[in-house]
């Protein structure tokens, strides 16, 4: 198995212009062949699906590709993938759908750790609704979402268990198995967010216990184009409002209006890619590449990640925070004495790019303590490399 950062970074025009890209958790770069696959669907003539004609059929053919693309990308049947503008998005859309048939009475389970995006729309949907919202605590100490709190938050009137893969901020990843395992308990339905885990862990949904699953390509060195998971049988079983022409079949009737074609073909190349990123790690199907690729990933970030982490703790002037266990390579901290923006604007001036604030957190920074403001936000990705985390921790300690 090997992973060369040499050729991966090559692949990435953006990385050339010699700035650090730590805002991966904000978004993605994009490689060549991704570039070449949107610009290829337009070179070759696209127009709307259901014609009697040519490009109608590339279109057609691109979003077929695009769907299964994605089932390799995460498991799951291509059938059952629903693309969006965003993770956001659908997530409204589908939780609106859901709520269709919720009574007052009935429960929700969100939790402090996710992103706003995976809260609210919950949260509004059983205001609507008249049914009661339930939350997960983080352990403030550890950046935990225990798992065992859960036995007591579902019961008989749960709907919907609301959780994440994995915190854009913290990079906690919750034990899904174990939350969606008391979700299935009571016949409640598991919503994981997978916005922050996809471009770092391999992803089986079945294992997780996700009755739906969402994903943004941006985060995956793909376009803005948002997904959503869910066995096609269950997506039969909802139903989203919709213009009264456009198709009722599965998953066509949660897609509002008419999909990016061009982009589509990007998320099919960023498949492409992120499955030839350990090339010999593995042959047989785009799946299994998909597969034993993220798993040389998640190694070759968490290595990257000690050298963050090992770096900021031995940093008197530097409180990290969040310690889980199971983590994406997403660190969060402060500086003594500053702001998270005016270190974020002192990184930036010397070609570091971060983030800071609650990047949607909310409920988690305030939890933590850390409203308003936030903290610094530098995720790493694939295509960084040690000279990124060098060039990071050498600003961060002049800043002391
Ligand atoms: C964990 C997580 N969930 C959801 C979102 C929202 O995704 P989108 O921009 O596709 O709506 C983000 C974006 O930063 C995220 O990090």
Not at 102 to 125: K, M, Y
Not at 270 to 288: I, N, S
Not at 303 to 308: C, E, N, T
Request: hydrophobic share 45%; proline share 6%; aromatic share 6%.
């Amino acid at each position: 198995m090997s992973f060369d950062i040499g050729r991966v970074r090559a692949a990435y025009p953006a990385l050339r212009d010699g700035h650090a890209y730590l805002d991966g958790a904000a978004g993605t770069q994009v490689p060549v062949p991704v570039i070449e696959a949107i610009a290829e669907a337009y070179r070759r003539g696209l127009g709307n699906v259901g014609g009697a004609f040519p490009a109608s059929a590339r279109s057609s053919e691109i979003v077929a590709e695009a769907r299964q693309a994605v089932a390799d990308l995460v498991g799951g049947a291509a059938e059952g993938v629903v693309f969006g503008p965003s993770a956001t998005a659908l997530t409204y859309r589908i939780s609106s759908a859901l709520a269709k048939s919720w009574v007052p009475g009935d429960e929700v389970v969100v939790s402090r750790l996710d992103h706003d995006s995976n809260i609210r729309p919950w949260v509004q949907a059983a205001e609507r609704a008249g049914a009661v919202v339930r939350w997960a605590e983080v352990d403030a100490a550890t950046g935990e979402l225990p798992a065992a709190q859960y036995e007591a938050l579902i019961g008989a009137r749960t709907r919907v268990v609301a959780v994440t893969a994995a915190s854009n901020v913290l990079g906690t990843r919750p034990d899904l198995a174990a939350i969606s395992a008391f979700a299935r308990a009571v016949g409640a339905l598991c919503y994981v967010d997978g916005v922050h885990a996809t471009p770092h862990v391999p992803v089986d949904v079945a294992a997780l216990g996700a009755d739906f699953y969402a994903t943004s390509a941006y985060k995956w060195s793909g376009p803005h184009v948002g997904t959503v998971i869910a066995a096609p049988a269950l997506l039969e079983t909802l139903h989203p409002d919709k213009l009264a022409p456009s198709p009722d079949t599965v998953p066509d009737r949660f897609e509002r209006g008419t999909l990016p074609f061009a982009d589509l073909a990007g998320v099919t190349a960023a498949v492409d890619h992120l499955a030839g990123l350990a090339p010999g790690a593995a042959g047989g199907t785009r799946r299994e590449r998909v597969l034993a690729s993220m798993t040389v990933v998640e190694e070759y970030e968490a290595a990257l990640f000690s050298h963050l982490l090992g770096g900021l703790a031995g940093m008197s002037h530097v409180t990290v925070y969040g310690k889980a266990a199971r983590r994406a390579p997403t660190a969060f901290f402060t500086l003594t004495g500053l702001t998270p923006r005016a270190v974020a604007e002192s990184l930036a001036a010397r070609g570091i790019n971060v983030w800071s604030g609650n990047n949607y957190a909310l409920e988690l920074c305030r939890a933590l303590g850390l409203e308003p403001g936030g903290a610094v936000r530098a995720g790493l990705v694939h295509y960084n490399d040690d000279s990124d985390v060098d060039r990071l921790l050498t600003a961060v300690a002049d800043l002391a």
